[in-house]
């Protein structure tokens, strides 16, 4: 009898995360043939759920795995909070040489530890940008008393409140109508979800800051996991792997592909000086030093490790 397992998402067809999901089917398919039956549910907002909802349905066992914002699990597994340091995004590809070592393995492990997930994999889940009806944010001063909806991550608001914004979290699903509606002033996401939800028809202005390198955890329901045969797991981790390459590419094309699109459509894209992005930093830096503080030397000394050999 097959093993049939179920992988949800909450975006469309165009999203990279959308797109990583079919590559990891596929990939499935093709590796695993008869033994193994998945089926994607594509977007669960289009049921009614919350994009959230994907966490609980997962651990739940009500579906098998998913891929979801890693920011959403730092209160449970405080490790992951590494991704959540705003205004000192690395470069891409050194993040993911980093994520794929044994930085990576050490906070799959603590998420194992904590939770009923299991980490199959790390995805991109793009640069965040902050969009506006019309106002441009070139320094700190720009954003005082602004409504600004983002995460539900406490580091995340305590960064942005640093600012002197006023932080809202709003789930996906609410995101597009509280954009539209005026609910909030200002907005951040990677230029892929600003274009793909339509927020450019509302927002016109966006501000490149680049605050933060988004991280989507692959998750899995950790008994599920460890029920299936050998070779299912050994099937589904290669093909979670080859998923990843692809993802990250999707990312990272479609950067350039939305930026385009955005200008094209008469959206104006703010680029900030170093100077400029210097005061960002420089304003945010004690609630970043406030998360760095939950890690302890041990985590921090493995990033560091890691980024070394990376570079080498």
Known sequence: ?????????????????????????????????????????????????KASDLLSMTESGELDGCYFSSSYLAERVPELALFDQHFTVPNRRLAYGVLDGSLGQRLAA?????????????????????????????????????????????????????????????????????????????????????????????????????????VALVLFNRKTVESWPPEVRAAVETAVMQATSEQRRFAEEDDEICAKALIDDGVTLVELSETEHAAFANATRDEVDKTRQRFGPELIALFEDDLAQVRT
């Open 110 to 214: 603590e998420v194992a530890d904590k939770t009923g997930f299991c980490v199959l994999g790390y995805w991109d889940n793009g640069l965040r940008q902050i969009s506006s009806v019309a106002t441009p944010f070139r320094q700190p001063d720009d954003c005082q008393g602004l409504k600004l909806r983002t995460l539900a991550s406490d580091d995340h608001q305590r960064v942005f409140r640093a600012l002197g914004f006023d932080p809202m979290a709003i789930d996906v699903r609410d995101l597009p109508d509280a954009v539209a509606t005026g609910r909030v002033d200002a907005q951040e996401n990677p230029l892929t979800n600003i274009y793909n939800f339509d927020l450019h028809k509302t927002h016109r202005v966006i501000t490149l800051t680049g605050h933060l390198l988004g």
């Open 1 to 49: 009898m097959a093993t049939k397992i179920r992988f949800g998402g909450y975006q469309g067809d165009n999203s990279v995360h959308t797109r990583g999901a079919r590559v990891f089917c596929d990939a499935l398919t093709r590796i695993a043939g008869d033994t193994v039956e998945i089926e994607f549910q594509q977007n669960i907002v289009e049921s009614g759920h």
